[in-house]
């Protein structure tokens, strides 16, 4: 949220006010002394007939005129102090109230936007997965931990689903740590909460917990929008009191569930404790019920937390530790319950001290009815000018004394004319003891009010900049963001630009190998090379994650095609950057980049949509392999869209069910038996009818739905071939294909672990099938990953094997139990002798890996019959059946010699 300006108006119009006030204090002093002697004379004129001594002539209307100045002096200064302070306190305490109003507002409403940001990203990027909250919760402790570490007041951020699951992050007091709370399908429907942001040491465990019962949820969804919750207790292991803001999270109008934030009360102290304008001052909010809400005291406002617990009710005013709070409980509670209350002033007197006491109310349309109740002490207005004033009384009075004392003497001794006496007197009223100068303690504390509203109005500019600065400015690497740079686009001409959007290749997995501090670190050794590498005047931002943008303008117009050109050689020379590899915390990372180009005549208007272009075509990049340079054609775009249309539906295909698994038989070639299955997904879409795998396969890749359904074909796979092992050929093994973004995922083995379980089939019935290309990149994880695979007793094959045109010397670090032959080579086996070599040689290899073959792609007799006396073990192929429902495959035996493929069952 951007900052808003303070309003000064009312402040201006009080410092008008003081100065007019302090004008007419000043007048009125300057004339009172000037009376004097005319008041003097008059006294004079109506005296009796008799003839008074000199002395008492004298010394009477001398006595007079100083009593009645110093006792006008100390009733003028009592007057003018306790004006003055009924001014202030009222003054103060309005600007105080306002004041906390007007930060509370913004301090309670950033919950909101938080839960706002959270789930629009929630619903944008489709974090939330039923069963698998891990990228919800990531993102929670992500942004948590980048963006709203500062946003003290919130303890915990969390997510509760329709479906009753739940994840969570939870600040620590005192610790700059975050708790993973955590309930779905891998928590086996209990509550987890850990020690630390992973799932790694679970420290409680809830098994009844469901979000759906919570005070933040049901109102929500009942409510249909963002709202705060009666104070309650948590469910966690340190049942805490708190208050939560609650924000449905929608998904194009389907209720996903519900975003919640924890309102930390102790955060809610700190926040009264730091308020500005506060002093000394007493700072409380409680209910209508009177119940203590927060305070600006060190204790606490549950009772039990005051003794050393963590839980217990909340203090009334009147249970407070505090003695001035226990004093302005009664006419806080008086006042309420008379309707009063709304705008209440009083005075109380507690300690010998006097305090001016406001009750305001606080009303949110998000479900808060509270009071704001201000206890300002009368030292806090006007400091110790009460006690100088009285101190300077006393020695006026003191002088006054004197001074009388002085005149009689002389009076005595020494007879003076009556106008010295007068002139002495007019002397002593007009300059001696001086007139009280309320007017420059007035301007003091206006000074003052002044200089603390310069500040903060300071404060407020300053934060308003480094806020700017953030939108438009990097934090990481220092170049522009894709606002700041939409803001920097001002020229007036169009100009001859190139854009170029660089998207670095695998940076999840990058992530995931080095660690999110090295890739930071990679992030910025980038944007390093960029800045040193390109033209000063090139404009660099970072617009996502992983990608950032360059606009080179040219200074000369060019044709159309000759920015074609331009822009192919722009990309062709930024690809060139990434052919070395990057320093990043210590190491070592080269790290490729696809690029997405648009050029042509570029007005300032228009780069939004330039950087959508770009972005078309970055993802065409990627689509054809990474590591390539794509110029925009407006031909992308229709294809963009029908493949996020695509994307789309597989979504949709995905909630509703619309996969089916179908099964091809691999067939031991020397005795017919059927010896495996391989797992293949098809979808049955109502609108396309059966959809081809070559066509929703990548879409799914891109989208990073392969994830979900990966896991899904993993597990019906597994459970189909579970309920029916017993009927199956001895020693059955089920082939699941495994993508690259499924492998890399760092809780694969989880999953993979939990699936086997769940459907009770033996690992070593299980072969997971990765392609040749996955694995020739030479990964240490990967490796890993593999190893930890087979920890489990699940096989693994190479799938497509011959296909990866790479040196083999990777064969010898990865662990493998099975090479499948790419169906090309099987096909031309028999008019091919190139293919013939080459089957040849792979059958040789894995015979001295010791693992076994299977051909692919079989689909005569002629091709099983030579596979076999080659010496191949296994092949599958239509030849021998094709894929089909689990419930109509033929598991009996077949042979090469019987010349015919093998059917389905009715």
């Known amino acids: 949220m951007r900052p808003q300006p303070v309003r000064n108006s009312r402040f201006q119009d009080e410092l008008a006010a003081e100065q007019d006030q302090a004008q007419r204090a000043a007048a009125a002093a300057a004339e009172a002394p ?14 009796p007939s008799y003839r008074p001594s000199l002395r008492t002539a004298i010394a009477v209307p001398f006595a007079l005129i100083l009593c009645f100045i110093v006792g006008f002096q100390a009733f003028t200064r009592h007057s003018q102090i306790n004006s003055l302070i009924d001014q202030e306190s009222h003054r103060l305490l309005a600007a105080l109230t306002s004041s906390s109003r007007d930060h509370l507002a913004l301090f309670l409403d950033e919950p909101f936007r938080i839960q706002r940001d959270i789930a629009d990203a929630i619903s944008r990027h489709d974090l939330y997965k039923p069963g698998d909250l891990k990228p919800l919760y990531q993102h929670l402790l992500g942004v ?29 007091s005192g610790d700059p740590g975050f708790t993973l709370m955590l309930k779905d399908k891998t928590t086996a429907g209990q509550l987890h ?21 919570r005070p933040w949820y049901a109102p929500t969804v009942q409510q249909g929008k963002a709202g705060w919750t009666p104070l309650y207790t948590n469910r966690d292991e ?13 998904r194009e109008g389907k209720l996903l569930g519900v975003m919640e934030a924890d309102l930390d009360l102790a955060g809610l102290n700190h926040f009264l404790i730091d308020e500005p304008l506060r002093g000394q001052g007493v700072l409380l909010i409680v209910d209508k019920l009177g119940r203590l809400v927060a305070h600006s005291e060190r204790s606490s406002v549950v009772a039990d937390a005051n003794m050393g617990s963590s839980g217990g009710e909340r203090l009334r005013m009147s249970e407070s530790p505090s003695r001035l709070v226990r004093a302005a409980a009664e006419q806080v509670e008086a006042a309420e319950a008379s309707g009063s209350g709304l705008g209440h002033e009083f005075q109380l007197r507690v300690g010998g001290e006097r305090f001016f006491c406001q009750v305001t109310p606080y009303v949110d349309a998000r479900g808060l009815d509270w009071r704001i109740v201000a206890l300002v002490p009368e030292s806090d207005l006007l400091g110790d000018v009460r006690e100088v004033s009285q101190r300077v009384t006393w020695l006026v009075v003191l002088v006054a004394l004197l001074g009388l004392a002085l005149g009689m003497w002389i009076i005595s001794w020494v007879t003076r004319p009556i106008h010295r006496t007068v002139e002495a007197a007019n002397q002593l009223a007009q300059g001696q003891w001086g007139a009280p100068r309320i007017d420059q303690g007035k301007l003091q504390e206006t000074a003052i009010l002044v200089h603390a509203f310069t500040q903060m109005s300071e404060r407020l500019q300053r934060s308003f900049d480094e806020l700017r600065d953030q939108l438009r400015y990097d934090g990481l690497t220092q170049l522009l963001t894709r606002r700041g740079l939409l803001e920097q686009a001002q020229w007036p001409q169009p100009r001859s630009t190139v854009l170029c959007l660089i998207g670095l290749d695998a940076f999840r997995a990058i992530n995931d190998n080095v660690g999110y501090s090295t890739a930071d670190s990679l992030l910025q050794a980038i944007a390093q090379r960029l800045r040193e590498s390109l033209p000063p005047q090139t404009l660099m931002a970072r617009v996502g994650g992983d990608e950032f943008v360059l606009l080179y303008f040219e200074a000369q117009p060019h ?15 930024v690809q060139a950057l990434f052919n070395t590899p990057f320093a990043s915390g210590g190491d070592e990372v080269l790290v490729s980049a696809s690029v997405g180009l648009a050029g042509g005549l570029l007005d300032c208007l228009d ?10 075509a970055l993802g065409e990049a990627k689509r054809r392999g990474r590591g390539r340079a794509v110029l925009f054609e407006p031909s ?16 949709h295909a995905l909630l509703g069910e619309q996969f089916l698994v179908h099964y091809q038989p691999v067939i031991e070639l020397a005795t017919g038996l059927v010896s495996g299955a391989e797992a293949l997904v098809r979808w049955q879409s109502p609108e396309r009818g059966m959809v081809s795998p070559a066509l929703f396969i990548p879409v799914a890749e891109e989208s990073d739905l392969i994830l979900g359904l990966g896991l899904w074909v993993l597990r019906r796979a597994t459970q189909d071939i579970a309920a029916q092992l017993h009927d199956l050929p001895a020693g059955f093994e089920l082939h699941v294909n495994l993508s690259a973004r499924q492998l890399i995922q760092s809780d694969f083995v989880g999953e993979l672990r939990q699936a086997l379980l769940d459907s009770g089939l033996p690992a070593q019935h299980l072969t997971l099938e990765l392609t040749e290309s996955l694995l020739i990149g030479g990964d240490v994880a990967i490796e890993t990953r593999l190893r930890e695979i087979r920890a489990l007793g699940v096989k693994i094959a190479i799938d497509d094997f011959g296909t990866g045109y790479s040196s083999l010397a990777y064969l010898s670090r990865l662990p493998f139990d099975c090479l499948k032959i790419d169906q090309s080579f099987v096909r031309k086996l028999g008019h091919s002798s190139q293919d013939a070599a080459i089957v040849s040689a792979v059958l040789n290899m894995a015979e001295g890996f010791g693992v076994d073959v299977v051909a692919e792609g079989v689909e005569t007799e002629a091709d099983a019959l030579l596979l076999r006396q080659m010496g191949c073990a296994h092949a599958q192929g239509y030849f021998f059946g094709r894929p089909g429902p689990l419930a109509q495959c033929d598991w009996s035996r077949r042979g090469a010699e019987k010349a015919r493929p093998a059917t389905l069952k009715p």
């Open 607 to 616: 780069l939004p949509e330039w950087l959508r272009n770009a972005s078309v």
């Open 636 to 651: 992308m775009m229709e294809a963009s869209r029908q493949r996020a249309q695509l994307a789309n539906e597989l979504r």
């Open 559 to 573: 044709s159309a095609e000759a920015l074609k050109a331009r822009a192919q050689a722009v990309g062709e020379h």
């Open 193 to 213: 909460i850990y020690n630390g942001d992973q799932r790694e040491v679970l420290t409680a465990s809830f098994p009844d917990y469901d979000p759906r019962g």
């Open 34 to 47: 000037q009376r004097g002697p005319a008041s003097v004379e008059a006294l004079a004129l109506a005296m």
């Open 144 to 172: 948590y931990n980048d963006l709203y570490v500062a946003q003290h007041q919130i303890s915990v951020l969390s997510f509760g689903s329709e479906a009753g699951e739940y994840a969570g992050i939870r600040r620590e």
């Open 238 to 250: 340190r049942q805490q009191i708190t208050i939560s803001a609650a924000t449905p999270v929608l």
